[in-house]
């Protein structure tokens, strides 16, 4: 039975996690790209599952284990049945706030499936406990399972099957279970044919508490270093799965053999090495090695969070326990991922991101012999390396860059590790010496604008250059436009650079679509940045801006540091949501340009890319209009995607790859950018001046469509530089 309970258990946690992608992919195309709708779907899940592991108590008291399988194949069947039904997202519903309406949406079509699905694990370990042993390794076979599902779905579903398909083929994998899992409670032994546990008493509050505290923290850590790593380190898409994989390693390792202990030294090592790095600013446009410096992300975060989960192991009760224990620390990991979902960007809104080295700070109180609370002497240490570190960010003299952090931030953390080290004052040493230097350091940088939201920090920064002052807005480490102050139009008003530069495919295209003296026209652009586009607009022409993130309208409208929309010529409005949603309420003909500016490095909005959307831009256009799209990409050639998609709704494709544009005189603030025009003229104007050139995309490459689009089908096979 061994053998049989670790298949099966790998086998639904592989279901879990194999439908949760599919099921967000499914909402896209209805309910927009709102980071609302990510979050919706990963709530309902983590909900979904604690609601499993509550089902599976009274379930494993039962005395016959057939009824209880029976039971839940019962209840997976229903869902199975409610599968079949309509497809999610089959039709748009009111999106202002469509948290409950997904909910309820995916609760109707998967709740009962995946409710049923997550008990396999605790009611599995109580069936094998009654024949004596303790089966907390079968939690190893689980975490294999997600770890699969994980890997399998970018890597073969997304690639190979359509979003229809891959819910049939999950649907006869459920089937499967619904056969399997009674067929295994019936080879299970009653609960009379073992002696009563030895002891039956319910764990006190105290021990659950510090069980949802162990659950909360790695998971809080987890999210928060997930969006540290593809925001901060490297902006690389798929690379957000990284910090889950190594979460679910730590968790084999934890969980698999008492053997495969981590050493007590490897937490608080590791807790160092990631807070150097942090203060050091090791991303992959400082520090040589963008790979390497990932690699040495993931290993820190692998000791790290095998410390903390090792403490979560080595609390685990005798097995009559386990599944009130496997329950609390489910809670605490759902309460750690909403915690960091929905309240870390109200609470750090205007600070950044803290909640990583916070995070950091927390998981170093549970180390491998469970959660430890810091003393009063341990709070008083932590003041007075706090206190160091404010001084030393106040008064250190060198220029801000990596060497002032590590001035300010390094000695202290080293520091703080020398005196500390694996005692329970780590922890509230690192969490003060980042919150007083970066208190301090604040006044002596050039950020002019920093706020986080659901989208990310977004930050305004006054650099130098050549030309005297820049400002640069940033979403993480990606540049979204630049102004600056010598470089301004006869009018005084500033001119757009970065990607959106006058001599550049944009700007010399606009200048020749809407020339001075030609007739009106009606522009949309999905994806507002700094408002540099608007510079383009004539006085006649009405101009629609798109954008999803209120944090980015803030900067671009209200906060005053650019001015291309207050001194946009043309009549203007910026509509706050999803482009491609918003779009769906105007009228066809409704525009001359559409103009999608929405693709960054690490977040593919594949929604905005697909042969329907495109389609929509197409009937939205007057006769002898154009879309074009801003397709820039370090590690995608979205290129030969764009143009099959407007191909496949017979529009003809340009392309025009500024990739190493000058950057002195004329062409100050210029930066490389690829962009690809999709016209309803055979013979399009503009295509035939300037660097645009006809493009065919390769017979091998395959239009992306709501039912199916792969990111690992557009990689590029050698990044820009």
């Known amino acids: 039975m061994r053998l049989a309970s670790a298949a099966l258990a790998f086998w639904a946690a592989f279901l879990l996690f194999l439908i949760q992608p599919a099921a967000g992919k499914r909402l896209l195309a209805s309910y927009g790209g709102a980071p609302a709708v990510w979050t919706s779907v990963l709530v309902f899940f983590q909900v979904a599952v604690v609601a499993g592991y509550a089902l599976a108590i009274p379930l494993g008291r039962m005395r016959r284990p057939l009824l209880a399988g029976l039971a839940t194949a019962l209840i997976a069947g229903t869902g199975w049945i409610a599968h079949q039904g309509s497809p999610l997202a089959e039709s748009p519903a009111s999106r202002s706030w469509p948290v409950m309406e997904i909910a309820l949406e995916l609760s109707l079509q998967l709740g009962c499936a995946v409710v049923a699905i997550a008990t396999t694990s605790t009611l599995l370990q109580e069936w094998l406990a009654r024949r004596g042993g303790d089966p907390s390794w079968l939690y190893a076979a689980s975490n294999a399972g997600s770890l699969a599902g994980l890997a399998a779905y970018p890597a073969l579903v997304e690639p190979l099957l359509a979003i229809r398909q891959q819910g049939e083929w999950w649907q006869c994998a459920v089937g499967a279970w619904v056969v399997l899992m009674p067929a295994l409670a019936w080879g299970a032994p009653a609960l009379r044919e073992t002696a009563p546990p030895a ?88 520090v040589g090695g963008a790979w390497i410096v990932v690699l040495l992300h993931l290993t820190g975060y692998l000791f790290a969070l095998w410390s903390a989960l090792s403490g979560q192991s080595s609390s685990r009760p005798a097995p009559s326990g386990l599944p009130a224990f496997y329950l609390a620390t489910a809670v605490g990991g759902a309460l750690g991922g909403m915690a960091q979902a929905a309240l870390a960007p109200v609470v750090f809104r205007f600070v950044g991101d803290w909640d990583y080295p916070l995070g950091l700070a927390a998981l170093m109180l549970a180390g491998p012999r469970g959660w430890r609370w810091p003393t009063g002497r341990d709070a008083l240490v932590a003041l007075g390396v706090g206190a160091c570190a404010a001084t030393l960010a106040a008064l250190c003299p060198f220029a801000p860059g990596p060497a002032r952090e590590l001035a300010a931030l390094g000695l202290p953390l080293a520091s703080a590790y020398a005196l500390a080290g694996r005692t329970a004052a780590w922890g509230p040493c690192l969490a003060a010496i980042f919150i007083a230097s970066g208190i301090a350091s604040k006044a002596s940088t050039q950020v002019e604008y920093l706020e986080r939201g659901f989208f990310g920090t977004t930050r305004v920064a006054r650099e130098s250059s050549p030309a005297g002052p820049v400002l640069k807005i940033y979403h993480g480490t990606t540049v979204h436009g630049i102004a600056a102050a010598s470089q301004v139009d006869t009018d005084g008003r500033a001119l757009p650079l970065a990607y959106y530069h006058p001599r550049g495919p944009a700007g010399a295209t606009l200048g020749r679509l809407f020339p001075e003296g030609a007739p009106a026209a009606r522009v949309a652009v999905v994806g507002l940045g700094a408002g540099s586009l608007a510079w383009y607009g004539r006085k006649e022409d009405e101009w629609d801006f798109y954008e999803i993130d209120p944090v980015m309208i803030r900067v671009a409208a209200e906060s005053g540091l650019f001015s291309y929309l207050a001194d946009c010529r043309a009549r203007w409005a910026v509509i706050a949501g999803d482009g491609r949603d918003r779009l769906r309420n105007h009228a066809g003909g409704s525009y001359d340009l559409i103009v999608i500016d929405a693709f960054s490095s690490d977040s593919i909005p594949s929604h905005l890319l697909t042969v329907e959307a495109i389609d929509l831009y197409r009937r939205l256009l007057a006769p002898g ?34 990739l190493a544009p000058e950057t002195d005189g004329i062409n100050f603030g210029r930066l490389p950018s690829e962009w690809v025009a999709l016209s309803q003229a055979e013979n399009w104007k503009p295509g035939r001046r300037g660097g645009w050139s006809r493009m065919r995309p390769p017979e091998t490459v395959r239009p992306w469509t709501d039912d199916h689009s792969s990111v690992l089908s557009a990689w590029r096979t050698r990044q820009e530089d």
């Open 199 to 286: 002891s039956t008493k319910a764990p006190g509050g105290t021990q659950v508490a510090e069980w949802m505290l162990l659950g909360a923290v790695p998971c809080f850590f987890l999210m928060a270093a997930t969006r540290h790593l593809v925001t901060d380190v490297a902006p690389v898409p798929l690379l957000g799965l990284s910090p889950l994989a190594i979460y679910l390693v730590a968790y084999i390792l934890a969980f698999a053999s008492p053997g495969w202990r981590v050493p007590e030294a490897a937490g608080p090592l590791a807790g160092l090495a990631l807070a150097l790095m942090a203060s050091m600013g090791a991303t992959d446009s400082r």
């Open 625 to 658: 209009g154009a879309i074009l799209l801003h397709v820039s990409n370090r590690y995608l050639d979205l290129g030969p995607v764009a143009a099959a998609g407007g191909m496949a709704t017979g529009l003809s494709a340009w392309e025009w790859a500024d």
